[in-house]
């Protein structure tokens, strides 16, 4: 009998090779996670499924398709992942993207042993308010964020970590720059994090953020500075001394956001931090 099964390699080579003609930026990576989630299995298990059906073949290119029009792959697949844990995304809400996975490193690092205290600015789907909270259940976790359809993600995610078991976090819809913003916490604050829109209005970016992310999840006027001006006076306010700020910035803000921090006379320790690739990330400061 002949089989209509077909090799997943070449599925995978097929796909791979749209992606690269779409001009998407990991074709490969990208045509393996969208088989891996056709399938039901982790990336690593691909190779240990050498024959796969034809409506397998059928609902993979389905999804090359989209992605091939550069709907972001997460969309696609519904989720994206920092630590431990992986958030619900769709429409409306910012993708968590890599990069701030060392935002979140740096930040589990300077924490006390002591139950700390934190707020996640810009929280959008909540990603780094509750990875957080999941890697220190003893942690207090505020999380802000103004837009309300990201806030309804953040909410569901909140929901399904809350009911895995993870220490619950205080969502609050609220503007990073409103002086008023969580005022009982000043000066008790161990942590500030913020991972905030960044990108100089006017900037060329890629579809899938131009196009699927939310305008003010990425621009933030002429410089790319108008909601980090603000971070940077809450974070002044709310810091506890020796509590620390870290906020993720554009490649290009690699001397104005240290900048930014030093100019505060309560801050004092300002470090700036690059990503993998050598690029200006983030950059931190601790309260004197
Ligand atoms: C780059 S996204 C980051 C979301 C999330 N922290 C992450 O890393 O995936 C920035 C978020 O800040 C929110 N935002 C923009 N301006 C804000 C403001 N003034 N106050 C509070 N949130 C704001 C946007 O709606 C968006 O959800």
Redesign the pocket.
């Known amino acids: 009998m002949i089989s209509s099964r077909q090799p997943l390699r070449l599925a995978i080579l097929e796909a791979e090779r749209m992606l690269s003609a779409a001009g998407v930026d990991s074709p490969r990576v990208d045509a393996e996670l969208l088989a891996a989630h056709v399938l039901g299995v982790e990336r690593g298990r691909l190779p240990l499924i050498p024959l796969v059906d034809p409506p397998v073949i059928e609902a993979l290119h389905k999804l090359v398709r989209r992605r091939a029009l550069r709907e972001p792959l997460q969309h696609i697949t519904g989720w994206s992942a920092m630590g431990a844990i992986s958030v619900s995304v769709g429409p409306g ?2 993708v ?2 890599p990069e ?1 996975e060392l935002l979140f490193e740096w930040a589990l690092s300077v924490l006390p042993d002591a139950p700390p205290v934190i707020i ?6 909540g ?2 308010a509750l990875s957080l909270a999941n890697a220190r259940p003893d942690a207090r976790v505020y999380a ?4 309300s359809s ?1 806030l309804s993600w953040a909410r569901r995610n909140a929901d399904e970590r809350r009911a895995a078991g993870d220490t619950p976090i205080s969502l609050l819809s ?4 409103d002086p008023t913003l969580l005022s009982d916490l000043d000066g008790s604050v161990d942590l500030v994090v913020c ?3 960044y990108v100089p209005e006017g900037t060329d970016v890629q579809p899938e953020v131009g196009v699927h992310d ?1 305008h ?3 621009f ?1 006027g002429a410089d790319g500075l108008d ?1 980090i001006r ?1 971070v940077v006076s809450a974070a002044a306010r709310w810091l506890r001394p020796g509590g620390y700020v870290g906020i993720e910035h554009d490649d290009t803000h690699g001397s104005s956001v240290p900048s930014l921090l030093a100019a505060r006379r309560v801050l004092t320790d300002v470090q700036g931090h690059k990503d993998l690739a050598g690029r200006p990330r983030f950059a931190t400061a601790r309260k004197a």
């Open positions: 809400v910012f968590p993207r701030t996640d600015l810009c929280t959008g789907s990603v780094l802000v964020e103004r837009s990201a609220g503007d990073a720059c991972n905030p829109p939310p003010e999840a990425v933030s909601v603000c």
